[in-house]
């Protein structure tokens, strides 16, 4: 159902006041996890400040450590949402269990299914139950076609509103947190008819190359970047490391304008 050859036009796909797959890249930012009302208000002001509106922001934290931040849950959900709305934005966060994917619609404009979730199969089908976009992130070891795969098993409940994400995968390589797999983007937008976007915050995991990184998911055909943003990076709950803080932000935003990489 996702392949080119099923459907040969691409698939847009209309959130709120964007528009995700229509040739012009859109931006998703936002803290890794909602954490305080005020870190909502601060990110959410200045994103909107800066025409980005759909924002981001995780309230369930798949974390590698039990004992790290695991998230607001619903309440991180709420907040997300209601910050969003307030400023005309939508909004965007990762469903980890299938039993709360229906719950959610309430709240998200898109519903994110997480790397390490790609191939939590009752998750996909739960995701395929609902008439919401999806957000897929490519799994740390999975391969293009397993992302294809977990793709379908979405489409194939009825819900064809997804949207791929490259987010690096695992390699040797220790200079950057994953491996930007980059020829992914061409594969999938030729392969299948679903926007694909990169997240090159996941990726990178490093805040000095955004821009290069940026530059060359949009040159490939990225119908989207995901980068993670915060008022105060230093003291975020997770990913502190890589979350640009507003004005870093502010400037990549303006580096991709000026060089006609972003309307
Ligand atoms: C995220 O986008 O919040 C996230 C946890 O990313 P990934 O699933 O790609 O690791
Ligand atoms: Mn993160």
Request: proline residues 5%.
């Amino acid at each position: 159902l996702v392949s080119r050859k099923t459907k040969a036009a691409d698939t847009v796909i209309t959130v709120g006041p964007l528009t995700i797959g229509n040739g012009s890249p859109v931006i998703i930012s936002g803290p890794c996890s909602v954490e305080t009302p005020e870190q909502m208000e601060a990110v959410a002001s200045h994103l909107k400040k800066e025409g980005v509106v759909l924002l981001r922001g995780g309230a369930y934290k798949p974390r590698t450590s039990p004992y790290d931040f695991q998230g607001l849950g619903v309440e991180g959900l709420k907040l997300l949402s209601e910050t969003a709305k307030r400023h005309g934005m939508v909004c965007v966060s990762e469903i980890v269990a299938p039993e709360d994917v229906e719950m959610a619609c309430e709240y998200l404009d898109i519903i994110q299914i997480g790397a390490r979730n790609m191939q939590n199969f009752e998750l996909l089908k739960a995701a395929g139950n609902v008439r919401k976009p999806i957000l897929l992130k490519r799994g740390l070891s999975a391969t293009i076609e397993e992302l294809v795969y977990a793709a379908e098993y979405i489409a194939s409940r009825g819900n064809s509103q997804i949207i791929l994400c490259e987010r690096g995968i695992r390699t040797y390589e220790k200079a950057t947190r994953n491996t930007l797999d980059i020829s992914a983007v061409p594969i999938l937008k030729q392969e299948t008819h679903l926007p694909v976007i990169v997240d090159i915050s996941h990726s990178t995991g490093r805040k000095d190359i955004m821009f290069p990184i940026a530059k060359a998911a949009i040159a490939v055909g990225a119908d989207g970047l995901i980068v993670e943003a915060h008022n105060e990076p230093a003291v975020a709950l997770s990913d502190a490391k890589q979350q640009l803080d507003l004005p870093q932000l502010s400037n990549l935003l303006h580096d991709l304008r000026t060089s006609g990489f972003l309307k």
